[in-house]
């Protein structure tokens, strides 16, 4: 059934197109800490990523993100960038999911007497 998933979506992880460029072409450069897999072709001139796990694009830590924009030409693994001591480390963007943030006053804040100033409409 994976390899179903693979051959039509590309939201299943890598279709099997991509497959093949990298396993002709793709030259592995590095790994990141969630386990995404980075590739670069022979010339240096395409840059890919194949994920572990959902294809979500805000799962790409920032130095990883400049090097497949071409920010900067060196790989996290061969250049480390300079942080401030503020910088927090990076997550991925938890809008729609359970980690979700829900001011007070939502309908899908969670705890003890969250004061509601409304009720909510429900179909009868």
Do not use: C
Not at 98 to 123: I, K, Q
């Amino acid at each position: 059934m994976k390899w179903l998933l693979q051959a039509l979506t590309w939201w299943n992880g890598e279709t099997l197109a991509t497959r093949f460029y990298t396993w002709r072409h793709g030259k592995k450069v590095g790994e990141d800490a969630e386990g995404n897999v980075y590739y670069q072709n022979a010339a240096g001139t395409r840059r890919w990523v194949i994920f572990n796990g959902d294809v979500e694009a805000s799962r790409i830590a920032p130095e990883w993100h400049g090097w497949l924009h071409f920010t900067w030409q060196q790989p996290p693994t061969e250049a480390e960038l300079p942080t401030k001591s503020w910088v927090q480390p990076h997550r991925a963007n938890p809008t729609g999911g359970p980690a979700a943030y829900h001011p007070s006053g939502s309908l899908l804040a969670t705890g003890p007497g969250v004061p509601r100033d409304y009720e909510a409409w429900t179909p009868e």
